[in-house]
């Protein structure tokens, strides 16, 4: 932007974003249930591919991932247990946005209120509202997470289903459908908030160079959710791997947490505690870069009457917000 006095040109980082009374909430739940739906379809081969590399007894290459969901099931293997990861999905979603929207404007008022400064106000009101959303949408999703895993690495020569894998699971108790809950809290919830801290610390970083004025907002936003999607999982992958396999254990109790890391260490080092890595970037970052650029768009769009209507927004003109809108994209 220019200054009013004709001097020289210079960015300022400046967050201005829509008051969370002003969003119309079940339009934006609505519309980025449909959006992050159709994206959930398109990566959970990604997904399916992390799982069958945590899961292997003994070190699994990408390539022996593919072909052994190949032979196993065909093609319709890239997409177990798609369905069930679908319906518990849309209310993880939902209470993720409601959580995320509800949290943010609040921590970053009271940054304001302190005399925070724009990149440390925007770093540390995303990290509140991610640990926030991730803690909702962990409590809603983690019986889908239970089922869909079991299905991601099932033998579809067995004939199992959902229903079947659901029954065999609440067999020995309900709390079989939480099992690795209290592991998933402890990799998400800090996940969540590094995600957040660093997407939106990256943004009002970039923002404060004056080459940032010659980036489009695709790009800025998509090389931020490769950094975000980066540290969450640099940070977090030893504690996924140890997750997935205490939820596809039989019997009714898992073997403790300790007991699982020690093995994977003497199974294949370090390395163990990170297999998985590539597709769970991949996926962090596809998910993070598209549904950012999308829930932009979204917010802008839900906001109420008592502002312009959405066409005019999702047009040439964009809505002096577009500084910063932080997207609800993160955790899987």
């Known amino acids: 932007m220019e200054p009013p006095d004709g001097g020289s040109r210079r960015l ?137 895993q079991r299905l991601m690495v099932a033998d579809p020569a067995k004939g199992e289903k959902a229903s079947s894998v659901f029954r065999s699971i609440v067999a020995s108790g309900w709390t079989g459908l939480y099992r690795g809950l209290g592991v998933s809290l402890v990799a998400n919830l800090p996940g969540g908030s590094v995600w957040w801290g660093a997407y939106g610390g990256a943004r009002a970083l970039v923002a404060r160079q004056p080459e940032a004025a010659r980036l489009p907002d695709l790009v800025e936003q998509t090389l931020a959710a490769i950094w975000a999607a980066f540290c969450t999982v640099g940070l977090t992958s030893p504690l996924d791997v140890i997750k997935t396999r205490t939820q596809l254990a039989t019997g009714a109790a898992p073997p403790p947490l300790l007991h699982t890391a020690s093995r994977l260490l003497r199974e294949d080092g370090v390395r163990g505690l990170y297999r998985g890595f590539l597709p769970r970037w991949a996926h962090a970052s596809l998910w993070g870069g598209t549904v950012i650029a999308l829930y932009e768009q979204l917010k802008l769009c839900a906001v109420s009457a008592r502002r312009s209507g959405c066409r005019g927004r999702l047009g040439g003109r964009r809505s002096r917000s577009r500084a910063v809108v932080y997207a609800a994209a993160a955790c899987e």
């Open 12 to 148: 300022r980082f400046t967050v201005v974003e829509p008051d969370v009374g002003e969003l119309d909430v079940p339009l934006l739940l609505l519309y980025g249930s449909g959006f992050y739906t159709i994206l959930l379809v398109a990566l959970h081969p990604l997904t399916v591919f992390k799982t069958r590399m945590q899961a292997a007894s003994t070190k699994m290459s990408y390539s022996e991932a593919v072909a052994q969901v190949r032979a196993a099931a065909g093609w319709r293997g890239f997409f177990a247990g798609l369905t069930p990861s679908i319906v518990g999905a849309l209310p993880a979603r939902s209470v993720y946005i409601a959580a995320l929207e509800a949290v943010r404007p609040r921590a970053r008022a009271a940054c304001e209120a302190a005399g925070v400064d724009a990149v440390t106000s925007a770093s540390v009101s995303n990290a509140a509202a991610g640990f926030a959303a991730v803690l909702a949408a962990q409590l809603t999703y983690c019986p889908t997470d239970v089922v869909t």
